[in-house]
């Protein structure tokens, strides 16, 4: 007897259910997207996805120093939820997660590096199942891509076409194989200094450039192209013609595109003209304060001493570089937002605006992404806008990245994913409320935050805990402070309390034994 996969077990009774009596709305939505009356009248979306991205890195969230406009126009025609948290501590778990609606445990993704089970249900599924048709370009990162050949074969996933590129120039990927047709030395500009994780490995690339070293560890330089040969805008520009050829060929079909950004995730390359943009522009300080490093463990008073060397004039560099990538991206999102106006749909498109996590950007003294339990890493950016979502509204209630699913499938009317375990925002975006603690994992420890406080453990019996209420820059690690034990046990019961809550409900249980 055939094995079926969980995803085909989760068609066969969708299936069944749209048969049954009770599920008798369902059976009518179906029969009209069978019959193509329903297919026009369900509406595009177009999930953009960048990396490294924080929530306050769009203007309109409060962030006057950001120079992006187009992400300002979605903030004010949507809803911008300024509490999204990351539920993993890197790339790959978070993104695993966006698409299915699980967490790192339950779909077994919990770092970089390991597959994406092909059997997980995700967004996609669901979608070209109800009749939309798929694509995914840029960075998707659902497999490890430091060491493989970037021309085998890769799972669909449920897309039905796929131009993949999870590094900028680095890979011999769809991007790469573009940057060739275009000529060597629109190649070797494109080029950026390879991860160092995948030197180890040994991966295939073309070594016909090495960008300039990083200065104190940070890694920045003009991009040397064309504006118009960049990462993000080959993203955008694979984005868009998709939109032109679905809404031409298909122009009773919805579409789903995955538009997957890989700024501002470092070696920060942004071009001169974005660079340009931030010419003179004063930064927020950053959120430092010289007592916190004697509080916190000494693995990462190692990591905040090594920033601490670091001048500032360098972190105010840096900052530039960062935040002139994320314009960079704000350009060609509205390229794509042009291109689904010129197609006559931007009235019947879902637009929705995330990240994987954020970036520290100096503050604590860090840089880069990990499992420290920082907002600056935590706090991701989510937007959603278009059709029968409120404008201008914003919602710091606390919400994370599985959510994003659960939330599509109700404003398109669909069941949830049996497995599911995000909850729809819908009820927020119309001033609700939605969850008393996010949760954040890893192999190395568990974070779990509250509105009140923070509690991170390690898997060596490490902690760390900030009240929030009294030290919302979290500069005050009081894990050890034994005036602080019962807020100490309340969080370290409550994350107990989570791990119990959270445990993977699938399979299901079928029968008494």
Same mark, same amino acid.
């Given at each position: ?44 979306? %177009?999930? !953009? ?59 077994? %993704? ?53 131009? =993949? ?51 104190? @560890? ?49 070696? #920060? ?42 001048? $500032? ?30 197609? @006559? ?16 950007? +100096?503050?604590?003294?860090?840089? +880069? ?12 950016? #989510? ?16 919400? $994370? !990245? ?23 925002? %819908? ?60 807020? #100490? ?16 409900? =699938?399979?299901?249980? %079928?029968?008494?034994?």
């Amino acid at each position: 007897m055939k094995k079926h996969s969980r995803r085909e077990f989760a068609a066969l009774a969708s299936a069944v259910g749209l048969l049954s009596g009770v599920q008798a709305a369902v059976a009518t939505a179906q029969e009209r997207s069978d019959s193509g009356s329903d297919k026009a009248r369900l509406p595009n979306i %177009v999930l !953009i996805t960048t990396d490294h991205m924080r929530v306050d890195n769009i203007g309109a969230n409060g962030a006057s120093h950001m120079v992006t406009p187009v992400l300002d126009g979605l903030v004010k025609r949507g809803v911008s939820f300024t509490m999204c948290n990351t539920v993993g501590v890197a790339c790959s778990p978070n993104r695993a997660s966006l698409m299915s609606g699980r967490y790192p445990h339950s779909h077994g %993704v919990m770092s970089n590096g390991i597959k994406m089970p092909e059997d997980e249900v995700t967004l996609t599924h669901v979608l070209r199942d109800r009749g939309y048709y798929t694509g995914q370009f840029g960075k998707l990162h659902f497999w490890p891509h430091s060491a493989r050949n970037h021309r085998e074969y890769h799972p669909p996933y449920g897309f039905h076409q796929m131009r =993949l590129s999870d590094e900028p120039g680095n890979y011999d990927d769809a991007y790469g194989r573009w940057l060739n047709a275009q000529g060597t030395d629109v190649r070797r500009k494109a080029n950026v200094r390879m991860p160092p994780a995948a030197r180890d490995y040994g991966s295939r690339r073309p070594e016909i450039h090495t960008p300039p070293e990083p200065r104190h @560890g940070l890694q920045m330089y003009v991009f040397e192209g064309e504006d118009d040969t960049t990462h993000a805008h080959w993203v955008a520009s694979e984005t868009v013609g998709f939109i032109e050829e679905s809404t031409r060929t298909r122009p009773d079909q919805p579409f789903f595109t995955h538009t997957g950004f890989y700024a501002p995730h470092p070696p #920060l390359n942004p071009p001169a003209s974005q660079l340009d943009r931030y010419e003179g522009r004063k930064f927020p300080p950053r959120k430092t304060d010289p007592e916190e490093i004697d509080l916190v463990p000494e693995a990462i008073a190692a990591r905040m001493r090594q920033g601490a060397a670091i001048s $500032e004039e360098d972190w105010n560099e840096y900052r530039r570089y960062f935040y002139a990538m994320v314009s960079n991206v704000d350009r060609n999102i509205g390229r794509i937002i042009d291109a689904v106006q010129q197609a @006559g749909q931007l009235e019947n498109t879902i637009f929705v605006v995330t990240s994987d996590h954020g970036d520290f950007l +100096g503050d604590h003294n860090l840089r +880069g992404k990990s499992s420290l339990p920082y907002e600056g890493d935590m706090l991701i950016p #989510l937007v959603f806008a278009g059709p029968d979502i409120p404008e201008g509204n914003s919602s710091a209630e606390l919400c $994370e !990245i599985v959510d994003v699913m659960p939330t599509l499938m109700e404003l398109l009317g669909l069941e949830q994913t049996k497995g599911n375990q995000g909850i729809s925002l %819908v009820p927020a975006m119309n001033g609700g409320t939605t969850k008393d603690a996010v949760f954040m994992e890893g192999f190395a420890n568990q974070t779990l935050r509250t509105k009140e406080a923070l509690y991170s453990c390690w898997r060596n019996g490490q902690e760390m805990l900030f009240d929030l209420r009294n030290d919302p820059d979290q500069f005050r690690n009081i894990a050890q402070v034994a005036q602080s034990k019962a807020l #100490l046990d309340e969080m370290r019961m409550r994350l107990l309390r989570t791990n119990m809550a959270l445990i993977d409900p =699938l399979p299901e249980r %079928v029968a008494a034994y």
